[in-house]
């Protein structure tokens, strides 16, 4: 068995693959794979004969804020007339492994089904909601746009990156984009993305939002969809509500993402809005000691806690671990040093406990954690962060 890159003469027969799996046009399908670029469409064979394909998407992940490598996973495929004979799950454990070996730290995906990627050990760990609010929320707050210098911006200019990072760094689970990811700010699904920046009199850039309006169904409802946005501070934060309001003329609300709690959304002055889930991520931790000694943990905590992984796909993630942590800081040794049983969990445990998507008490009760009560309310406290949420769909 063999993954690698496809060659420009398999595009054809991976945009198929993906256009019957995706339900989308084989020409889309062509462009899109094209556009994220063919070394990363990867194919699994099975001697000479192609039996699935994967869409790779490396860039990073925020946990706590600070930027973890994280290898984002798309497009896995497999023809028709290949299916339903474990083509997909080798292929996972044959990517991983390669993951792991490159460096990456976490993998994320959102999936098309969980029961497959339960199986090479990713568990739910973030989520995606869609939040609309009607074009009356908005009233009054044009006359604070005359104030801000609004120009046009692109996704390639560095003050936008910059102000991303910033503003993505403060949200657990948000991604240190890649240029694929960039690419979809701009212009998806066939829609293009209006990039607008409000700067303040020195020219630094306060906040900027990428919106375009879109009609509903057939009738004539539209939409102001905020494909992505970022702010400084309270005032930028305004100044993104002040930029959607100009187009309230026309679109009838106002759809942002995000996670089921939106900041921004508390300076309306009613809750008049609706939100909804539109999917959870999901996630795995790729090299455990790794991932362990990165992840910044919360100030003023200090002591030791034993883990016990097991992992039924990377066999090198196997085994006991003692973190042990410092005002924010953490050491992590193989095997347990501490003075109480280890924590015990499989992998896909730990990518919900590493996140914060879940508590250890909670893992606990559902019996996907075993270990002392002492030893649990310590991990309640050292992997506590806020709930992981991922705006940006891949």
Known sequence: MVLRPIVEEELSSAARSASLAFAVSVEDCERWLK????????AYLEGEKVRSYLLRVPMGQYVRGRALSMMGVAG?????????????????????????EEGFVLSTLYPSTQTLYRSVGYEQCGCLYEHTIPRGEFAGRRPR??????????VDDPQVRALYASFASRFNGYLDRSQYIWNRIASHRGNKFEGLG?????????????????????????SLKVRDFAYEDEEGARAVLSLCDRFTTISQDVKFFGGPALPILALL???K?????????????????????????????????????????LEANRGEYTLEVDDGVATVTKGAQGSSAPLTMHARALA??????????????????????????FADTVFAAPPPSVPDFF
């Open 35 to 42: 556009t994220a670029g063919l070394e990363h469409v990867h």
């Open 76 to 100: 896995v495929t497999v023809p028709p007339e290949e299916r339903a004979k474990g083509y997909s799950r080798s292929m996972m454990r044959e990517a991983l492994e390669g993951w792991r």
């Open 145 to 154: 746009a005359r104030e801000l210098d609004v120009r046009t911006v692109t």
């Open 198 to 222: 409000c700067f303040r009199s020195d020219g630094t850039l306060s906040a900027y939002a990428f919106v375009t309006q879109v009609r509903e169904g057939d009738g004539d409802d539209v």
């Open 269 to 271: 002055d009613q809750q």
């Open 273 to 313: 809005f609706d939100t909804h889930r539109v999917e959870y991520t999901m996630m795995r931790v790729v090299h455990v000691e790794r991932a362990l000694s990165q992840r910044p943990y919360p100030q003023g905590v200090r002591g030791k806690l034993a883990l016990s992984i097991d992992d039924d796909v």
């Open 352 to 377: 919900p406990l590493f996140m914060g998507w879940s508590s250890a008490s909670a893992l606990a009760h559902l019996g996907a954690l075993s270990g002392d009560a002492r030893s649990i309310a």
